[in-house]
């Protein structure tokens, strides 16, 4: 398995599992509906970590994979996880998980682009 691949569904599954166990962990104390906007900066923070320093991808395109499959993996499994096994009375799909999955989408590509343009050494160093 190629190393983007591996990032790509590794990185995705793991990101997601943290975000999923801190709504678990966080829903009782700040409610179904101010959950989202709790996590989101935690998961920012992690995410931009995670490119940083976790993932060794250094050409666009593997970044533009890395957002497209990430944002695969956050929707399916929310959707498996959270809508089909505990059914939201008032509904999942709400502003703060249309920003999520836009964030999740662009993060990788952001620092793709920083990666590839701004920081050639990182390229270089890379490969």
Known sequence: MSRTAKEALGW??????????????????????????????IGIAITVWVLLRRVRSVGRLQFLVLGAVWTTIAIAMDYICIVKAFHPADGYYKLDVYLYYLLTFLLPLAVGWWKAVDRPEAIRAAT
């Not at 997601?16 to 829903?27: K, V």
């Open 12 to 41: 995705g599954f793991t990101l997601w599992l943290i975000g999923y166990m801190l709504g678990i962990a966080l829903i009782a104390i700040v409610g179904p509906s101010m959950v989202g906007w709790v996590i989101l900066p």
